[in-house]
């Protein structure tokens, strides 16, 4: 039997507030601003218009929904069940064409339909699981040869729990007390050797930085406390 590589706490942590993920003014408001921030990165580096697209750990489909209306044809996975029902309905209310949804795991969908994909995200989600290799390894199982696969988390840095935890959770009220754990934060050097284990070429890096003044993200070298990876698959050898 295949244990399921989700942690029962987080799924519910995040059903019992899936009402809020379009809320910009909620819980999710952090999401919803660096949203562009990310989804101008993705698709610099690897453009998104008529590429199949699969967004692990998808939520409420904010980025999903947004590669979708660049031109991708996306398909977003996702655990809990609640903010799936969210994501579709937000796709109907606004009539975002070339977008789904599936209750699915990364690595049950990789066992299904390997290589499918020219373009897998997986973004703020390898710090709420129990196994982070295993999906960063499903999700290099899921890339067509020469495919993109993105990666974004939280640096395990005293400067990170300084921010991430205690400024963003304590101080600044940016998302809810107990939205993070510490310990399950991931250092670029142990995101890199996942990704080489899978496979994967790590091609570049940016870190995201919040401003508190401004309340405003950008997109910075540091990768101290938010960073995101993009990473290519090697392209099939030529006949």
Known sequence: MTVANVDPAELAKFSALAHRWWDLD???APLHQINPLRLDWIDRTR??????????GCGGGILADAMARRGAQVLGIDLAEKSLKVAQLHALEVQTPRVEYRNVAAE??????PEAFDVVTCMEMLEHVPDPASVVQACAALAKPGGWVFFSTINRSPRSFAMAILGAEYVLNLVPRGTHEYARFIRPSELARHCRAAGLD????????YNPMSRRYRLTDD????YMIATRKPAAPAP
């Not at 453009?47 to 692990?56: E, F, H, I, Q």
């Not at 790590?202 to 930085?209: K, T």
């Open 26 to 28: 909620g819980e999710f």
């Open 47 to 56: 453009p998104l218009n008529g590429a199949r697209v699969l967004d692990v």
């Open 108 to 113: 049950a969908l990789a066992a299904q339909s």
């Open 202 to 209: 790590i091609a570049r890096s940016s870190g995201l930085a």
């Open 223 to 226: 990768t101290g406390v938010n």
